[in-house]
């Protein structure tokens, strides 16, 4: 990877931020944080010493500053302003109540983004209205969708692959985002898909047993087969269970692992000498359904079929590896499409977790758990008091349940009018909040009715490797 992708300040702000999160470890540690919080926070700290010693050649220590080299052509600027927000596929942070900066975002990762032309030209090429997602700029950067529309054009297949790590059992409504935006791509083009639950990965990174990585990944594909996927086109693995099962998928895995350096996931990933071999090794298991052949029962040995992956863009790094792997392995680029970051309920600058109940609304939560958790802990981007909230208005780039009404409610003109009341002191917080409530209610609990119809036997029959039906056979 050139370092430019993995750059986050020149070394004196490397060597800064470096002693701020050992700083920081420290205080999580005192208070006895929970051990995934700590985990994360050392994560980062390991992925900045190796941006030092890339930015430096040299091993971080902190009693020897850097030498301060001569800024050249404006590259220190640029590099400072990257260093606002820090994204990898575990550690999301950014300092701005609005969010992650995902023009600057593209940049540094060398995507493309989705402008309006590719929106038009995806509604002309499938003869359907662009998904609110694509309207709004949810989904908002891509590599190479251009090929994937001039294939679907000339009725050349193509799949589609977005994937799970299922670290727990209990799913929130911001891991419905790519799985929502999924089914309506496969409905649009009428492709197969594959879904891979990266048990594998959670056995690796969490304090967890196999048995309660490879339960989770049932338990969280029973959620995902709510979201309302074809069976005749869709097909869900468990790595635990697939790897075993699938001599092609491992074959791929194996060239794959050829193909990379542990000195290439070291910068990439910022792994180090302590990370079990496992971690080291996993990125071409996340790789390989990129390619067709991984699946012989959907595709039998066809090696060019492209592939189209809907995902978060704290995935792309894994991504990136693989799209520099498949011409030297004989194999097609696979393309992707980035979604922006659902934001917790406490604001764009806080992670959700699966351990803290309120950071999120989850798929399993009551009509009354929704109300009270976006009513109390919903970050408002309103005024502190009512005279001033009608005077000045309120905020809508930094108000969450604004915010969640982007991702789930459906009428434009309504989501404009709403904008333009809070924005104009015309509706308050909890007038807002309200909007939120009546919209999330009524999706939860027809995701529950769904998620109850879905029986272990139905589970079973995704899960089975098995031939799909779609078109371009």
């Not at 468990?238 to 350096?261: A, R």
């Not at 600058?349 to 950071?359: E, G």
């Not at 109390?376 to 000045?392: C, L, M, N, V």
Request: charged share 25%.
């Amino acid at each position: 990877m050139p370092n430019s992708e993995q750059g986050c300040g020149s070394p004196l702000e490397l060597f800064h931020r470096i002693a701020a999160q050992g700083e920081l470890i420290r205080g999580l540690k005192a208070r006895n944080a929970a051990k995934d919080e700590i985990d994360s926070a050392v994560k980062m700290l390991l992925s900045l010493k190796t941006s030092y010693k890339t930015a430096t050649g040299e091993d971080y220590n902190m009693d020897c500053p850097p030498r301060d080299p001569a800024p050249e052509s404006g590259e220190g600027l640029a590099a400072t302003d990257a260093d606002e927000d820090f994204v990898d596929p575990w550690t999301v942070q950014t300092s701005s109540a609005k969010g992650v900066d995902y023009d600057k975002l593209i940049v540094r990762f060398g995507s493309s983004k989705i402008d309006k032309e590719l929106v038009n030209r995806i509604e002309r090429v499938t003869g359907q209205r662009p998904h609110r997602f694509l309207r709004r700029g949810i989904f908002f950067s891509h590599r190479d969708m251009h090929q994937i529309l001039d294939a679907y054009e000339n009725k050349k297949p193509f799949y589609l692959y977005t994937g799970r790590g299922p670290s727990s059992e209990a799913m929130h409504v911001g891991h419905l985002i790519p799985f929502i935006f999924t089914k309506w791509l496969q409905d649009v083009f009428n492709v197969p898909l594959v879904i891979q639950m990266t048990d594998d990965e959670k056995y690796l990174w969490k304090d967890l047993t196999l048995e309660q990585a490879h339960g989770y990944a049932v338990e969280n594909a029973k959620d995902i087969i709510a979201c309302g996927f074809d069976i005749s086109k869709t097909f869900i693995f468990s790595d635990l269970d697939y790897m075993g099962m699938s001599p092609g998928f491992y074959k791929n895995v194996v060239k794959i692992q050829k193909h990379v350096t542990f000195n290439q996931v070291k910068g990439i990933f910022g792994f180090t000498d302590s990370d079990c071999i496992g971690k080291i090794s996993f990125p071409a298991i996340q790789a390989a359904p990129s390619f067709s052949n991984s699946f012989p029962q959907i595709f039998r040995d066809r090696t060019d079929v492209q592939c189209l992956i809907p995902c978060a863009i704290d995935q792309d790094p894994y991504f990136r590896m693989t799209r520099d792997v498949a011409p030297r392995i004989g194999y097609p680029k696979p393309a992707l499409l980035h979604s922006t970051f659902f934001p917790a309920l406490q604001g764009a600058q806080t992670k959700m977790s699966a351990s803290d109940p309120n950071s999120s609304i989850f798929l399993t939560d009551t009509a009354k758990q929704i109300k009270t958790k976006v009513n109390k802990h919903a970050f408002s981007g309103g005024r502190d008091t009512i005279e001033e909230h009608r005077q000045f208005g309120g905020n809508c780039d930094v108000d969450v349940s604004f915010m969640y009404l982007t991702f789930f409610l459906e009428d434009d003109d309504k989501l404009e009018q709403i904008r333009k009341d809070y924005t104009s002191g015309a509706m308050l917080t909890g007038e807002l909040k309200q909007e939120l409530i009546e919209v999330l209610q009524p999706l939860i609990a027809e995701h529950q009715a769904r998620r109850k119809e879905v029986t272990d036997e139905i589970v079973k029959e995704f899960m089975t490797p098995r031939k799909l039906f779609y078109d371009f056979q």
